[in-house]
């Protein structure tokens, strides 16, 4: 839906403003009526010199929330200590939720949107995510491992093993915890060796055949060296039928190990080291044809005359003649190493290393049975080491500071092998990007008084790019090279209040930056496509709060956010060729402002409950395009002498201006209730749901309404019986109860027989876990 209506426009920036607003005014006399009566708010100095509340201290209770310890700012610090917009979720929770990897976060998290489509990884948090498909654009949206982040989109999707806790932080990351976050960052973080001796083990049975086994095994080697040893293996049938050639797809079939040495050979001096290996021989779909991109023109399912069955959205069953077959292989190794120079000052080094090879091989292009063109090899190859050091220090008693320098050098490379029937590498391209980036960052905080807290913060990034390309189409040889580089500086301002114990409230603003680069899967027959880098101004007002003797926490965040030259992309229909490829653009302007509201309550003994709730509006500023589904339309009145890249847009230019960001719905919530009760002197039983809805989302820039996924709403739940010292526990799970069809990532075709492809989310799955722990 466009909305050129102004008034409309104005009520709705006008309604979120009040919402936010008067929800602070109400909210702020609400928490300081609830402070402690029988104390007055003192600040408490840790390690780090950072504030926090002396409740904190204090062990949560059976009738009181969790308080949560975070180490999204580099220290690790009560969550509702940090003036930044952050959801955090335990392991255990994860566990209960079934959240088994990245994309399952949607189920927990307030504006955090995910899809996918084959390897191609589309995450976005506030409606900012990425921009290309290919190894030279990267998301705006940043997934860090254990410290370390992650080079390339169609990295993070990781599959949670032996997880202590992942961090969603929402809004740009510009100053610590983000390169290139001008979304958002997701940080996961695995639980490390221990000096204790423990051990889990768990079995997992459930429809489409699946068996899964995974654990972890920890003990102590010597008096300063422990060990951690975590496991995964799981298999199971594809849920999408490929009738056509009798095969199934979106199965699963992944191996983890990992395994940790934790070594202090002093109080004050320890070091980590991890190694992580995966195989991921899981086939998905590809993207198939899930209906017409033009009510008027049929798809090539429906031209008369056509020989093949239909596809059937509803039982999961479609026609191709290729396998889709996929080989992922990952190989990880960090070493963290801290050193606590003294009570105020600690240095911490993380290095990483990190490989990545995905082989996509035997892949359908037509998603039809018709043997016309296949993917013989479509290759991602990933290779990337990172260097961080990072300095905290409590300056005195009022002031503390976080200092970094950070480095990373990434090689990707990309070939691609297209045959035609009587035709073998009709299309060859082999690209390959070089990264190196560079980053020196610093944040202090001061105490004005006990309740006032200023934050200064800052960044600045260079990265240096360079791309190269072989291609040949049909025996025609070609060549494409290009280097740039891309710096900026990234501030963040931050004031936050503190009127009690259990009460923050904070005013931000930031920047971001993300750094332009080179479309690698573009139109070799032009210029190289090259894009500038994003930038964004985030204005934030929070508030976090505790009450009812900390029976509930909740915590409300209003913002807006202006970016500048964000990328998109957009297809461009060669009218040589009459061949369609991406391309990745700067649009001139675009606005988000919303208002988030989280809470998590303990009404009464063994009963949680949380919830979020988001409303998006995020729209595109004065932004000109040729959408290729309808070449012929009238240029718009204000396009006309619109420019890309220097040349004038062809004729058929529309505006675009108001139109929703792609993953950017306007509405969605998501709330979990469990309960647990004892039903002997020696068992417990626990109950979960976990339900998540969202309104209307666009995959693309024109807001084709044929190219989006309605409302629609999943329902996760599970039952669990065990024992009340935790050893023991068995649980029955159902993930999409309801079987909800809905699409997880398309695009829209063009041409005479233009169509809707993508992928679909996956279908209803219940299945039994047996836990042991010893």
């Given amino acids: ?104 976060l949607t189920q927990l998290t307030p504006s955090l949107q995910f899809g996918t489509r084959s390897t191609n990884i589309f995450i976005a948090i506030r409606g900012i995510g990425q921009a290309g498909q290919d190894i030279g654009s990267q998301s705006g949206v940043t997934v860090s491992l254990d410290g370390v982040p992650l080079l390339n989109h169609f990295l993070m999707n990781p599959t949670f093993l032996d997880v202590e806790r992942v961090e969603v932080l929402r809004g740009p990351q510009g100053t610590i915890s983000g390169r290139n976050a001008t979304g958002g960052a997701i940080n996961v973080d695995s639980f490390g060796p221990t000096s204790g001796k423990d051990g889990d083990l768990e079995l997992t049975a459930g429809d489409y055949n699946r068996l899964g086994l995974k654990g972890y095994f920890n003990a102590p080697l010597t008096d300063q060296l422990s060990a951690r040893l975590s496991f995964n293996r799981e298999e199971a049938e594809g849920w999408l039928k490929n009738a056509y050639i009798g095969k199934r797809n979106d199965d699963t079939d992944i191996t983890e190990v990992r395994g940790q040495l934790l070594y202090k050979p002093t109080d004050n001096l320890s070091v980590r080291a991890l190694l992580d290996y995966t195989h991921d021989r899981s086939d998905p779909d590809f993207a198939q044809i899930l209906g017409r991109a033009d009510p008027t023109k049929p798809t090539v399912t429906q031209v008369p005359g056509y020989p093949y069955p239909q596809n059937n959205l509803k039982d999961l069953t479609f026609y191709f003649n290729e396998p889709n077959h996929r080989d992922v292989k990952d190989y990880r190794a960090a070493i963290i190493a801290k050193w606590d120079i003294n009570s105020d000052v600690s240095l911490t080094s993380t290095t990483g290393y990190i490989k990545h090879n995905i082989d996509l091989t035997d892949l359908d292009v037509d998603a039809t049975p018709v043997p016309s063109a296949r993917f013989d090899l479509i290759g991602l190859y990933a290779e990337q080491e990172t260097q961080e050091l990072t300095l905290a220090a409590n300056l005195g008693q009022r002031a503390d500071l976080v200092a970094g320098l ?133 204005y934030e007002l929070g508030l976090k709060a505790m009450a009812f003797d900390r029976r509930l926490r909740m915590s409300l965040t209003g913002f807006y956010s202006d970016y500048t030259n964000l990328q998109q992309t957009i297809f461009i229909l060669n009218t040589a060729t009459q061949v369609r490829f991406p391309r990745v653009q700067n649009s001139s302007t675009a606005t988000i402002k919303g208002v988030e509201l989280e809470g998590e309550a303990t009404p009464v003994k063994g009963l949680r409950l949380t919830g979020a709730v988001t409303y998006l509006d995020a729209a595109f500023g004065f932004f000109c395009n040729n959408n290729p589904l309808y070449p012929n339309l009238p240029t718009s009145p204000s396009c006309v002498g619109a420019t890309r890249d220097g040349a004038a847009l062809p004729p058929g230019a529309v505006q675009l201006q108001n139109n929703l960001l792609p993953q950017a719905p306007h509405w969605q919530f998501n709330t979990s209730a469990q309960y647990t009760w004892p039903i002997s002197s020696s068992l417990e039983m626990t109950a979960r749901a976990d339900y998540k809805w969202q309104s209307r989302t666009y995959f693309d820039i024109y807001n084709n309404p044929l190219n989006s996924q309605g409302a629609y709403g999943l329902l996760n739940a599970s039952l669990g019986v065990g024992t009340q010292d935790k050893k023991w526990l068995a649980t029955a799970w159902i993930r999409n109860a309801t079987d909800e069809r809905y699409i997880s990532q398309a695009s829209a075709g063009s041409g005479a027989t233009p169509a809707i492809t993508g992928s679909l989310g996956i279908p209803r799955m219940f299945g039994v876990t047996l836990n042991r722990h010893f």
């Fill in 406 to 538: 950070f480095y990373m050098h990434g090689e990707s490379s990309e070939p691609l092998y297209l045959s035609l029937t009587g035709f073998k590498n009709y299309l060859v391209y082999l690209p390959q990007e070089m990264l190196n980036s560079y980053a020196g960052y610093a944040q202090f905080r001061y105490n004005l008084t006990d309740k006032l807290r200023l934050t200064l913060g800052g960044r600045y990034t260079t990265d240096v790019k360079s791309y190269d390309e072989a291609s040949s189409v049909a025996g025609t040889p070609g060549f494409h090279a290009d280097r740039g580089k891309f710096s900026a500086f990234t501030p963040r301002y931050v004031l936050d209040y503190a009127p009690n114990d259990d009460t923050l409230i904070y005013a931000s603003v930031a920047r971001g930056f993300k750094s332009g680069g080179f479309n690698t899967l573009g139109d070799v027959s032009m210029p190289v496509n090259r894009f500038d880098p994003e930038y964004v101004w985030n």
């Fill in 1 to 104: 839906m466009k909305r050129n209506d102004l008034a409309h426009r104005v009520r709705l920036l006008l309604g979120a403003t009040a919402l936010a607003g008067g929800c602070l005014a109400a909210s702020v006399s609400w928490a300081q009526s609830q402070g402690p009566t029988t104390q007055p708010p003192r600040i408490k100095e840790t390690q780090t010199g950072s504030r926090q509340v002396t409740r904190a201290a204090n062990p949560a209770t059976d009738t009181q929330v969790e308080e949560l310890v975070v180490t999204a700012e580099k220290r690790a610090e009560g969550l509702q200590n940090v003036s930044n917009a952050i959801t955090a979720v335990s392991g255990a929770t994860l566990e209960r939720a079934s959240v088994v990897q990245v994309g399952d």
